[in-house]
T-cell receptor, first 117, second 116 residues
């Protein structure tokens, strides 16, 4: 149980285009989903926290208009990188908290590797 | 302030050696949770263990063991008889009960290289 999927696993896009990454909780309902960004050889950096049906809370320094997060249902959150640039190339990881279970547990998706050319 | 320190950036050992990865944390909360995750080259995080602040018992799972000491604010991870498949980046993380949504505070990670 407690599986989180991400799609796509890898994406290459041209500079200036937008990319959408999906994060799904497959066998549980997620009240809260987290989006992380990880640069090579670095730790995870929390970008934003999204709660179902409400606006995402962004961490300081993360551009809201550039990284659009939508948590429209209890099983789906999306991250859209708008007008992507090469510096947005990174590994993006989502995680989800199960509304019905222990609140401190986060279940992680496999990650999406974004390359902007 | 809340903080997780993994002072070892990279460790390299020969297969079958024992290795300990250090994790030191800072928190003012009395209720908190500590985690270890493994991140192999594929990138997918693998959950290894969770410990809550009220449970200082050490844990052993096969070749893995964890030493939680509140007196020194440490939660160290030992791999016994290391194997090449243990090569990965290992992250220690802290979650505080008072922190909104139990956000995780991550250490910088330790890259473990096991040489055959």
């Amino acid at each position: 149980g407690a599986v989180v999927s991400q799609h796509p696993s890898r994406v290459i896009c041209k500079s200036g285009t937008s990319v959408k990454i999906e994060c799904r909780s497959l066998d549980f309902q997620a009240t809260t989903m987290f989006w992380y960004r990880q640069f090579p050889k670095q730790s995870l950096m929390l970008m934003a926290t999204s709660n179902e049906g409400s606006k995402a809370t962004y961490e300081q320094g993360v551009e809201k208009d550039k990284f659009l997060i939508n948590h429209a249902s209890l099983t789906l959150s999306t991250l859209t990188v708008t007008s992507a640039h090469p510096e947005d190339s990174s590994f993006y990881i989502c995680s989800a908290r199960d509304r019905a279970w222990i609140s401190y547990e986060q279940y992680f998706g496999p990650g999406t590797r974004l390359t902007v050319t | 302030a809340q903080k997780v320190t993994q002072a070892q950036t990279e460790i390299s050992v020969v297969e079958k050696e024992d290795v300990t990865l250090d994790c030191v944390y800072e928190t003012r909360d009395t209720t908190y949770y500590l985690f270890w995750y493994k991140q192999p080259p594929s990138g997918e995080l693998v959950f290894l263990i969770r410990r809550n602040s009220f449970d200082e018992q050490n844990e052993i799972s096969g070749r893995y063991s964890w030493n939680f000491q509140k007196s020194t604010s440490s939660f160290n991870f030992t791999i016994t008889a290391s194997q090449v498949v243990d090569s990965a980046v290992y992250f220690c993380a802290l979650s505080e009960a008072k922190r909104s949504n139990y956000q995780l505070i991550w250490g910088a990670g330790t890259k473990l290289i096991i040489k055959p």
